[in-house]
C-alpha cells in the first residue's frame, strides 16, 4: 500500500480488521508502505495498488478477489488459494530476477534522492541536473564498455 493511494485508504479499515482476525485464522497479515520499502514493491513487481498477496510454504498468489472482509476471510478458510495459480518462478519474489528488479527500485529511489539535493539543496537548476545524470550515464557507459 501507500499512504497517498485513495484505495489502499478505503480498504484500511477491512485490512485492519482481517488483521485482527488473523489469529482465529491462523495466518499472518501483514501491511508495506511501498513509499518507505521500495525494494519489495520490486520485488513482488507491484504495478497497482494496493496489492494483495498469500503466501504458504514460500508459495506466493496474488488475491485477485473482492476486497471485503468476507471475501478475504472465505479466501483463506475455505482455502481458495489453492484454486489460484502460483506465481510463476521467474516472477517469485525469492528469484534471481525479482533481486535484481528490486535493485533497480532501490537505485532508483537512490538518484531520486541525489536529484532532490542537487535541485532542492544546492539550488542548481533541474536541467543542469538532467545534464549531470546523462554525463553520468555517458562515463559509466564508456567505462564498461572498455
Given at each position: 500500500?501507500?499512504p497517498?493511494c485513495?484505495?489502499?485508504?478505503?480498504?484500511?479499515?477491512?485490512w485492519e480488521?482481517?488483521?485482527k482476525?488473523?489469529e482465529r485464522?491462523?495466518?499472518?497479515?501483514g501491511?508495506?508502505d511501498?513509499?518507505?520499502e521500495p525494494?519489495?514493491s520490486?520485488r513482488?513487481?507491484v504495478?497497482t495498488?494496493?496489492?494483495?498477496y498469500?503466501?504458504n510454504?514460500?508459495?506466493?498468489?496474488?488475491y485477485r478477489?473482492s476486497?471485503?472482509?468476507?471475501?478475504?476471510?472465505?479466501?483463506v478458510?475455505?482455502?481458495?488459494?489453492?484454486?489460484?495459480?502460483p506465481v510463476?518462478?521467474w516472477?517469485?519474489p525469492s528469484?534471481?530476477?525479482?533481486?535484481?528488479m528490486?535493485g533497480?527500485f532501490y537505485l532508483s529511489?537512490?538518484?531520486?534522492q541525489?536529484h532532490?539535493?542537487?535541485?532542492d539543496?544546492?539550488g542548481?537548476?533541474?536541467?543542469?541536473?538532467y545534464?549531470?545524470?546523462?554525463l553520468?550515464t555517458?562515463?559509466?557507459?564508456l567505462?564498461?564498455?572498455?
Amino acid at each position: 500500500y501507500a499512504p497517498w493511494c485513495p484505495a489502499c485508504r478505503q480498504i484500511e479499515l477491512i485490512w485492519e480488521s482481517f488483521a485482527k482476525e488473523s489469529e482465529r485464522l491462523d495466518i499472518t497479515v501483514g501491511k508495506v508502505d511501498i513509499t518507505q520499502e521500495p525494494g519489495l514493491s520490486g520485488r513482488f513487481f507491484v504495478t497497482t495498488l494496493p496489492t494483495i498477496y498469500h503466501a504458504n510454504d514460500g508459495v506466493f498468489r496474488r488475491y485477485r478477489g473482492s476486497r471485503t472482509l468476507e471475501d478475504l476471510q472465505g479466501y483463506v478458510l475455505e482455502r481458495k488459494w489453492q484454486a489460484v495459480e502460483p506465481v510463476a518462478g521467474w516472477k517469485s519474489p525469492s528469484s534471481i530476477m525479482m533481486h535484481g528488479m528490486a535493485g533497480l527500485f532501490y537505485l532508483s529511489g537512490w538518484i531520486r534522492q541525489i536529484h532532490t539535493y542537487l535541485t532542492d539543496t544546492l539550488g542548481i537548476n533541474v536541467w543542469i541536473s538532467y545534464a549531470i545524470f546523462m554525463l553520468a550515464t555517458l562515463l559509466i557507459g564508456l567505462f564498461l564498455g572498455l
